[in-house]
């Protein structure tokens, strides 16, 4: 069981670029979520799946879009990266969001010059 | 507004000093308060799950407890490798969204 996976591990984009962060987890857990983690700010939720098909905006979610590609796969899209995007992402995963406790990949450093 | 407030922002401890981190929360219908471990460049780790005032879970050194307004988390005899930045969360009231505290940096000198 790999558990929760990204892809990259490390991005550097120009401002203005676009990308594609990839998320998977192997747990068969129903719902999934973008985070962002900066410094002093803790975790933010970007977007969430609640389940297959669906898709809620979080705290913060401008400038990004998601796609719950099938039940193991979530992405997030950054259209137009800008410098305040530089962050650290996590996704996560859980059987089926409140109560239950949510399962994190090892994230995506990204860096927007 | 739901909060979720850890203190201190950073502990300093020798190692087999006992201490604990705080978790005040404020949030309608508490569904649930988690601890996570978080070591530097990974993504958070899963420790415990508390549902309701008077619950307590233990995992080696540490204890975690849960009143109607907070949470502690209580570490016994740290060694260095408990350190880590401990996070709590709890479930905004009515949604499926996690709030995260900000974290607590441990630090354990031998």
Known sequence: NAGVTQTPKFQVLKTGQSMTLQCAQDMNHNSMYWYRQDPGMGLRLIYYSASEGTTDKGEVPNGYNVSRLNKREFSLRLESAAPSQTSVYFCASSVVGSPYEQYFGPGTRLTVT | ?110
């Open chain 2, 1 to 110: 507004e739901d909060q979720v407030t850890q203190s201190p922002e950073a502990l300093r401890l020798q190692e087999g000093e006992s201490s604990s981190l705080n978790c005040s929360y404020t949030v309608s219908g508490l569904r649930g308060l988690f601890w996570y471990r978080q070591d530097p460049g990974k993504g958070p780790e899963f420790l415990f799950t508390l549902y309701s005032a008077g619950e307590e879970k233990e995992k080696e050194r540490l204890k975690a407890t849960l009143t109607k307004k907070e949470s502690f988390l209580h570490i016994t005899a740290p060694k260095p490798e408990d350190s880590a930045t401990y996070l709590c969360a709890v479930y905004q009231g009515g949604s499926e969204k996690l709030v995260f505290g900000k974290g607590t940096k441990l630090t354990v000198n031998p």
